[in-house]
């Protein structure tokens, strides 16, 4: 370690020494249409071979010798620009590439010119959102989350829901960033979409493994989504009318070249079409009222100050809603649940010199959950009213500063501070209650729980020769109850080019998490309720150790292959025979158990990102074990996504200028389950029921038993059609298109048979029980 | 079209609502060893009963009649054995009893009340007609006394809760089980459930619900129990709760009895009762 430390160190010196008699060129690359920022476009001096790739916000600086100098800006679906300047001072130079796909003039294709096997990076890939708009969806809802499903390393949970179990992990030991504020529940109606609207969404980028150091706080993966900025030239619109829901985002200066904003809705409406129904159903003299939907609503605005500063203010607001009410002669009665996220960050560019650039980040994001029930009776006289509502949530506010610093085309530098406040909300319970003779007003179990999360990190993306390196070191503390986590995590990334186009790639990370999710294994629920590390529930730790190799071919195809061993320590649980739905009591801490865990595996992805055929194939081959003292008897037993073998392929082809065929084929081994495999009589249950015998059934160890394969084919046809003021499309698609009953979960019943000689039999079968069949859709979509 | 879009969902809700979700599956449990599973309990002052039984296969028919579900489930023939830790012993008979007042039934009884005394240690030896040898050990722990049972009405209406009081030992891990039943011991409990003294000062309050009308009998019983009765009763309730509910996960017997394939419980019961009289 401290070896790693002193050679980090010698070569930071060297990089700083290296900069005499050089001129920096810096600036931002932008799409010519839109002025959205282009994320990791390529620079390249074509004398000197040095180069840069634009960060996250499409800033660049590269660092060249006092000579005349011809630049190549780059980006993946652009094409490529060459200016030729006589470098003799710190040069500041912007540029916009235009789009190579005339149909999408006003679209940024998200991607990375910087080719797979160059950079010191692995386990991460970036999806391009417009890839991501065409994958077949279910309902024709288009889901980023379970476009990421597709991956290989990144399994998804029950059918139908979009949790991401990345390499092993669960999914809140992932990191979800949305403009770099931290989501906490990613999810509408129990799991089945996620709350991220393609149509404001800029990049999606997931890391698998190999973390640089300025990640932290999750296990298993880093999940970065950014909004998009909103045109800076002229203003845009896109929506969507479908069967569920229907969308509308605009977009456009406020200010040209200065100030631009981006809002874009989405609302669902199954109350709208269901609620009728009922209402229609039920007899005279009642009422039915019924609310069933979720919205999301995000908003950006842009404002540049100058070519030094940028400011942007970026908001997401969604919530669930169900409610029902029920009247009937005066007497009323109704229920519902609303649950929903506020996320909220301001952020500062600061482009102190050339060389050194700064973000700050100032956060504000909630989650919050309300269960209410209450009764209205009327009588003669008096009324009486009854309501109770359980609240539980999570908050949090937070600040950071990320800088980077670019030297020489050797070295670029990230370092930066952050500090979290979680406020923790676990539940409480208010009841209120007034008639005749009782007027009551409690408040139970109110009290708020806090802690503190503080990181720091420095990070080196080194450049020698065939070899590059990013080295990195994240130090984090955690206050809690008035005690004190601190973790060091080193992380290592390696890279070695080979001649052939082919690199070598190697990566070691340590991360450590600090707040932890209470959910049952498999449903998404909103009470699924976040929690700290107490002083008896340990911090969550892993490392993980990947190699692998990665190529370009034909220019278009990427292909990689890695292998991870990650290990798990302190992971938690609900110990064995839990199972509710409101989870949440004084005692937590009670009902969890913590464990290990260690899941191992291959990868293989060959992926094709420009074209007329795009997509990619995933191959994953995994073993996830767990090991928990107080589970399966102290015995190590699979987890629950434990998949030996997954398959992802995703395809879509465009006949013409009009229409595109999308396919999505995947194929997974059978979730684990855990089954009885004996019954027997007891006492315990016995009361009077003599001569029965109460019956108990065990014998189950975790996980033992597999359900059948998981295989599924999903087919869309989009039809585009230029109109007068932009372009519609008709997207008609089918989700299981051969109708295969994936399993979604196992029940044991008695079934009574005949014998041959007419008497009956009773006997126990397992049934599998599937909950999608083959889903057809059909949504309508315009932009201008 | 709009009205095209709008009945797209009703159809589909029909079309999905027509669909056979359920599929038969061929799933090859193992063949599982039976398991012998034992229940004894001793008492003070009470003749000593086991019930010696067999498992049944997840997939094994279940018996049409009482008669030859008895037959398929107990296992008779074994030695039963109970020994106390100054060498006394006490063999039990192979025969059906029946407790007229709990309606519990066992098939190894001790004819006469065994001087079963607190504080004792007493081992179990079971040996099976095939010669497999079952043992386990229990200490017979003290009575926790209830102090008091305190019956209140609501002001506003003629029902009435029930509090029980009792102070925890102090300087030890106590495990209680609670269980308090309406006019007889053979009805289902309206409360039944272990507890911990973790969190307990010194003294313990169990309360009920305004349930309880003028007139009625309420039997409280405070069972003082060993580790490893709360264990097993623990997960005994969590298995009965996960049966039958495929999102739960199934909980293994915690068991105190050792032996090839046997699991069960042996165990003590040390308790006191009060039966309160609700006035008319």
Redesign the interface.
């Known amino acids: 370690m401290q070896k790693s430390i002193t050679l980090f160190c010698a070569l930071l010196v060297s990089a700083l020494s290296l900069a005499q008699n050089r001129f920096t060129i810096s600036g931002y690359i932008e799409d010519a249409g839109s002025g959205e920022k282009l994320i990791a476009a390529n620079i390249l001096d074509l004398k000197s071979g040095s180069g840069a790739i634009s960060n996250t916000y499409g800033f660049y600086s590269l660092t060249l010798p006092a000579d005349s100098v011809t630049l190549t800006f780059s980006y993946i679906g652009y094409q490529p620009l060459t200016r030729t300047i006589l470098l003799r001072r710190d040069t500041t130079l912007s540029v916009r590439l235009e789009s190579s796909v005339q149909l999408e003039t006003v679209e940024v294709t998200a991607g990375r010119y910087e080719k797979i096997e160059e950079s010191s990076r692995m386990s991460r890939i970036d999806v391009p959102v417009e890839q991501i708009k065409r994958i077949p969806a279910l309902f024709g809802e288009v889901d980023v989350l379970k476009a990421l499903q597709l991956l290989p390393g990144v399994q998804s949970g029950n059918e139908g829901q979009n949790g991401l179990y990345v390499r092993g992990g669960s999914p809140d030991q992932n990191l979800i960033l949305l403009d770099g504020v931290p989501v906490y529940n990613v999810s509408h109606l129990l799991g089945i979409f996620s709350v991220f609207n393609a149509d404001a969404i800029k990049n999606v980028t997931l890391t698998k493994g190999g973390f640089p150091a300025r990640y932290g706080g999750r296990l298993s993966s880093v999940l970065e989504i950014n909004m998009k900025e909103g045109n800076t030239q002229e203003v845009h619109g896109e929506g969507s009318?479908g069967?569920?829901s229907s969308k509308l985002t605009l977009e456009g200066p406020i200010k040209k070249d200065r100030t631009t904003f981006l809002v874009s809705g989405r609302r669902t409406y199954a109350d709208l079409?269901f609620g009728p129904?009922i209402r229609a159903s039920q007899p005279s003299g009642t009422d039915f009222k019924l609310k069933l939907f979720f919205y999301d609503l995000n908003a950006k605005l842009q404002h540049k100050i100058n070519d030094r500063h940028r400011l942007f203010a970026s908001a997401y607001l969604g919530s669930d809603v169900f409610h029902n009410r029920y009247a009937e002669d005066g007497d009323s009665f109704e229920g519902g649940i609303d649950w929903g996220n506020l996320i909220s960050s301001l952020r500062w560019n600061y482009q102190i010199t050339p060389k050194l650039f700064a973000n700050t980040t100032l956060t504000y994001s909630r989650y919050l959950v309300d269960i209410g029930a209450g009764a209205t009776y009327k009588y003669d006289d008096h009324v009486e009213k009854f309501n109770a509502l359980y609240r539980s949530g999570i908050e949090d506010t937070g600040g950071k500063i990320d800088f980077d610093f670019i030297p020489n085309p050797n070295h670029y530098l990230r370092f930066g501070v952050s500090a979290v406040s979680h406020t923790y909300n676990p539940g409480a319970l208010s009841f209120k209650s007034s008639g005749e003779?009782i007027n009551l007003d409690t408040l139970i179990g109110s009290q708020k729980a806090y802690s503190t999360e503080f990181a720091a990190y420095l990070e080196d993306d080194i450049q020698l020769g065939a070899l590059k390196a990013n080295l990195g070191v994240h130090a984090s503390a955690f206050k809690v109850q008035g005690h004190y986590y601190t973790s060091v995590q080193p992380r290592i990334g390696l890279r070695y080019l080979l001649n052939n186009d082919w690199s070598l790639k190697a990566s070691f990370s340590t991360m450590a998490q600090f707040i932890n999710l209470l959910t049952?294994?498999?449903?998404s629920l909103p009470t699924d309720l976040w929690v700290p590390s107490t002083k008896t529930v340990t911090p969550q730790t892993s490392w993980q150790v990947a190699l692998g190799a990665a190529h370009t071919f034909k220019n278009d195809f990427e292909i990689s292959v890695e292998a991870y061993y990650k290990q798990m320590k302190n992971v938690l649980s609900?110990k064995?025979?839990?199972?509710f739905l409101f989870g949440l009591e004084n005692d937590w801490q009670e009902k969890i158990t913590q464990g290990d865990g260690e899941t191992y595996g291959l990868e293989l992805f060959l992926q094709k990102k420009v074209g007329k055929t795009t997509g990619w194939l995933g191959y994953t081959l995994s073993w996830n074990w767990r090991d928990f003292d107080e589970i399966?008897?102290g015995k190590r037993f699979p987890f629950r996504y434990d998949r030996r073998h997954d398959i992802s392929l995703v395809l879509s082809h465009d006949f013409s200028d009009r229409i595109t065929l999308s396919t999505t084929w995947v194929y997974g081994t059978g979730n684990a389950v855990?089954?009885?495999?004996?019954?027997?009589?007891?006492?315990?249950?016995?009361?009077?029921?003599?001569?029965?015998?109460?019956e108990?059934?065990?014998?189950?160890q975790?996980n033992a038993?597999r359900?059948?394969d998981y295989h599924r084919l999903d087919l869309s046809v989009e039809f585009r059609k230029p109109k007068r003021w932009g372009e519609r499309k008709w997207v008609i698609g089918v989700y299981n298109a051969y109708?295969h009953?994936n399993?979604y979960?196992?029940?044991?019943q008695?079934e009574t048979t005949q014998n041959p000689d007419g008497?009956?039999?009773?006997?126990?079968?397992?049934?599998?029980?599937?909950?999608l069949?083959l889903?057809?859709s059909?949504s309508y979509g315009f932009k201008f | 079209m709009k009205n095209a879009l709008l009945f797209l969902p009703i159809a589909l809700a029909v079309m999905l609502a027509g669909c056979n979700l359920e599929k038969e599956v061929d799933i090859k449990l193992p063949e599982t060893q039976e398991r012998i599973v034992v229940e004894c309990y001793l008492e003070p002052g009470a003749p000593i009963n086991l019930l010696l039984t067999r498992s049944s296969g997840y997939f094994d028919p279940i018996p049409e009649d009482n008669l030859a579900f008895l037959n398929q489930t107990l296992v008779n023939g074994a030695t039963v054995v109970i020994r106390s830790e100054t060498g006394e012993s006490y063999t039990l008979d192979n025969n059906l009893v029946f407790n007229q007042f709990t309606k519990k039934i066992f098939n190894y009884s001790s004819h006469l009340v065994a001087p079963i005394e607190r504080g004792k240690t007493y081992s179990l030896e079971i040996t099976l007609e095939n010669g497999d040898l079952i043992t386990a050990s229990t200490s017979i722990l003290p009575v926790v006394p209830i102090d008091s049972v305190v019956v209140e009405f609501n002001d506003t209406d003629t029902l009435a809760r029930v509090l029980t009081y009792l102070t925890d030992r102090p300087n030890e891990d106590n495990y209680y089980r609670r269980m308090i039943q309406h006019s007889s011991l053979d009805t289902i409990p309206d409360q039944d459930f272990t507890t911990d003294d973790r969190f307990v000062e010194d003294v313990i309050v169990f309360g009920t619900p305004y349930d309880y009308g003028r007139g009625d009998t309420v039997i409280n019983t405070i069972f003082h129990i060993e580790k490893a009765y709360f264990d097993f009763l623990e997960s005994v309730q969590l298995a009965i709760a996960s049966n039958g509910n495929p999102f739960a996960q199934p909980s293994p017997i915690i068991s105190n009895v050792q032996g090839p394939n046997a699991m069960g419980i042996f165990t003590g019961l040390s308790y006191d009762r009060v039966v309160s009289f609700l006035p008319d």
């Open positions: 009318i069967l569920i079409i129904i003779d049952s294994e498999g449903f609900y064995e025979g839990a199972s399966n008897g855990t089954l009885n495999t004996f019954r027997y009589p007891t006492e315990v249950n016995n009361f009077g029921n003599y001569p029965y015998f109460y108990v059934e065990s014998g189950g975790k038993f359900m059948t109708f009953r399993p979960y196992i029940i044991a008695n008497t009956y039999q009773e006997k126990r079968v397992f049934k599998e029980v599937s909950i069949p889903i057809p059909v």
